[in-house]
């Protein structure tokens, strides 16, 4: 890969990543929308089968990767993860609560990001990108704490407890994916975890009782397509590209944003509203995301300068052997 090739590929990074943000904040709608009709385990396993018909068509290009021995252990480590024990909490999740309140659950998982990153990939943890999603997490706190049960969401406290399990296997995901995404391309991992759910959830579709209703609403049909190939190949093959070109804990980061469109699309179609208090809460969680993604302001050129030229001037008089060198080298200096 050439220089050219390489540059254009890390200026994609950040794009993909929003893509994938804005991709799953509409997914937590669609998906209240899709579990309402067809229920949680149905839901995930219709995803799953429609997505795989999609990367079906890939395997000739799949079977061009070099495989590891021993890497089976992390694709099926990758796919239990994600999509697999995700999904499950996160149609029972959506069940007990609004999508606003569980996307809020979300900002919790940059923490868990960054925290595992830390210990299992050796990436360093920043004072500021900690402070940072500390402050989300709070915010995301306040607005969880502050929701009210209503038809459509009957335990809220439940919901949102599901949903942070589930994004504890979303994090565990982000550190299994970025260890593969070095050897293995994001469309390939996608298809293995697509494949790998297709057969997790046929019989826990099976076991669940759930069946295909008799009469099946447009609104409810859209809802799952998108989240097949929206969310399932879409979604997930820009987060693995991002994840190949960034640190995990970077990454983790920016989906502090993910809260804050999930209350915008759970506005705009769903109609859930927030109370003043919540709208606080996003505001912190806003907050959050700019402190961590901040860096500190560097010395000035001057300073780092004065201190190479002393640095420099220090080296060479201490090689220096006789009186007349170490004069002459100071005069160059003056």
Known sequence: MNKRTAFSSDTLALPALILAIVIWASSFVFMKIAVAEFGPMLTVFLRMILASAVLFFFIPVFRK?????????????????????????????????????????????????????????????????????????????????????????PNPVLGNFLELIAIGF???????????????????????????????FLPAVLLSGDSIPVSVTWEGAM????????????????????????????AGAWLNLLPLACLFFGWLLLDERLTLIQYGGAGIVLLGVIIS??????????IEQEMLESSVSTANTEELETPTEVSAVRLMNS
């Open 65 to 153: 990767e070099s495989y590891q021995a021993g890497d089976w252990k992390w694709f099926l480590a990758l796919a239990l993860c994600e999509p697999c024990l995700y999904f499950v909490f996160e149609g029972l999740a959506l069940t007990y609560t609004t999508a606003s309140e569980a996307g809020m659950i979300t900002s919790l998982q940059p923490l868990m990001v960054a925290v595992a990153a830390f210990y299992f990939l050796n990436e360093k943890l920043s004072a500021r990108l900690l402070v940072g999603c500390v402050v989300a997490v709070l915010g995301a706190g306040l607005l969880s704490l502050t929701g009210e049960a209503s038809e459509s969401a």
């Open 170 to 200: 979303a994090a565990a995901y982000s550190i299994v994916a970025r260890r593969l995404m070095h050897r293995y391309s994001p469309l390939f991992l996608t298809g293995i975890q697509t494949f790998v759910g297709s057969v997790f």
């Open 223 to 250: 809802a799952v397509l998108f989240l097949a190939w929206g969310v399932n190949i879409i979604a997930f093959t820009c987060y693995n590209f991002s994840l190949g070109k960034m640190p995990a804990s970077q």
């Open 293 to 302: 993604q901040t860096k500190p302001r560097r010395k000035t050129v001057f």
